[in-house]
């Protein structure tokens, strides 16, 4: 059985950054797109990065684009989101998640439903 395992996490002071990595276990991720999401406290969990791991293609929603970047690591597929100039608002429980690419696209990559893996999700508080 497929799984993903995120980690990077923490408490960091507004301004600063953090990388959450997601590496996958028991899952190759050659034709699958990757997804970080993130679920606040009262909120609904939202999508924050996507990207298509062997096509490269990337989508942010609104709230992080200029902020976070989405990569991927060749060979491991490991994914990660490198989150820069960090605001009390991006607290919250980070998850990623794998689709396979047909089940992809740019209209519904931020939609929890289509996802096939997650992770048990790591822990990002901004605070001062």
């Known amino acids: 059985q497929g799984r993903l395992v995120e980690s990077g996490g923490g408490l960091v002071q507004p301004g600063a950054s953090l990388r959450l990595s997601c590496e996958p276990s028991g899952v190759t991720l050659d034709y699958y797109a990757v997804t970080w999401f993130r679920q606040a406290p009262g909120r609904e969990r939202e999508g924050v990065s996507s990207?298509?791991?062997?096509?490269?293609?990337?989508h942010y929603a609104d709230s992080v684009k200029g902020r976070f970047t989405i990569s991927s690591e060749s060979g491991t597929n490991t994914v990660f989101l490198q989150m820069d100039s960090l605001k009390p608002e991006d607290t919250a429980v980070y998850y990623c998640?794998?689709?396979?690419?047909?089940?992809?696209?740019?209209?519904?990559?931020?939609?929890?439903?289509?996802?096939?893996?997650w992770g048990q999700g790591t822990q990002v508080t901004v605070s001062s």
């Open positions: 998640a794998a689709v396979l690419l047909y089940n992809w696209s740019g209209s519904n990559w931020d939609q929890a439903w289509i996802y096939d893996y």
């Open positions: 990207l298509g791991v062997t096509e490269g293609i990337t």
